[in-house]
T-cell receptor
Framework: DTGVSQNPRHKITKRGQNVTFRCDPI?????LYWYRQTLGQGPEFLTY????????KSRLLSDRFSAERPKGSFSTLEIQRTEQGDSAMYLC?????????????FGSGTQLSVL | AQKITQTQPGMFVQEKEAVTLDCTYD???????LFWYKQPSSGEMIFLIY??????QNATEGRYSLNFQKARKSANLVISASQLGDSAMYFC?????????????FGTGTRLKVLA
């Protein structure tokens, strides 16, 4: 049973560049979440998908951010025209919708540094 | 208002001793879930333990137990017989809503350092 996989693990970019991160959830999981975590803080919700449908986006997700899950499997998170304030750990999590025992399984995250 | 409050930014514990990490929560839902996750320096969030709001008994998973006091809205994590490998960030989280619309909210975490 493979867990949630995120690529790349680390990304360094210059301000103004575009970056894209990929998340491969656990294969049978139908829900996929993106969170952002800055130093000393807990994960903050960005957006989530059920299958290929993006059901909710946080106000943290500005117009420069876009997320897709085209076939209901892997997901990508793109940040356009990166800013230094975008520097953070981007965490992906997946879950299987199914009642009170539902819980999140996380990947190892992508650490973004914007210079 | 904070939905999940972890008031201890950092904690120290001696190896082999027990430690309690505090968590209080705020929700108007009757049905909700409470979780603890461990985040080592590698970054991955590791699920530790789950407590449902209707569970009458405190959850236990090996050396982890959750001290659930519903009236006080607290869900403290107890780690018994601490090990050096327990040094990490610990996050309390709450799941609220209904199946199909669940939201997960995290606290700011507690950094635990186990001393040899």
């Amino acid at each position: 049973d493979t867990g949630v996989s995120q690529n790349p693990r680390h990304k360094i970019t210059k301000r103004g560049q575009n970056v894209t991160f990929r998340c491969d959830p656990i294969s049978e999981h139908n829900r996929l979440y993106w969170y952002r975590q800055t130093l000393g803080q807990g994960p903050e919700f960005l957006t989530y998908f059920q299958n290929e449908a993006q059901l909710e986006k946080s106000r943290l997700l500005s117009d420069r951010f876009s997320a897709e899950r085209p076939k209901g499997s892997f997901s990508t998170l793109e940040i356009q025209r990166t800013e230094q304030g975008d520097s953070a750990m981007y965490l992906c999590a997946s879950s299987l919708v199914g009642g009170i025992n539902e819980k999140l399984f996380f990947g190892s995250g992508t650490q973004l540094s914007v210079l | 208002a904070q939905k999940i409050t972890q008031t201890q930014p950092g904690m120290f514990v001696q190896e082999k001793e027990a430690v309690t990490l505090d968590c209080t929560y705020d929700t108007s839902d009757q049905s909700y879930g409470l979780f603890w996750y461990k985040q080592p320096s590698s970054g991955e969030m590791i699920f530790l333990i789950y407590q449902g709001s209707y569970d009458e008994q405190n959850a236990t998973e090996g050396r982890y137990s959750l001290n659930f006091q519903k009236a006080r809205k607290s869900a403290n994590l107890v780690i018994s017989a601490s090990q050096l490998g327990d040094s990490a960030m610990y996050f309390c989280a709450m799941r609220e809503g209904t199946s199909g619309t669940y939201k997960y909210i995290f606290g700011t975490g507690t950094r635990l350092k186990v001393l040899a």
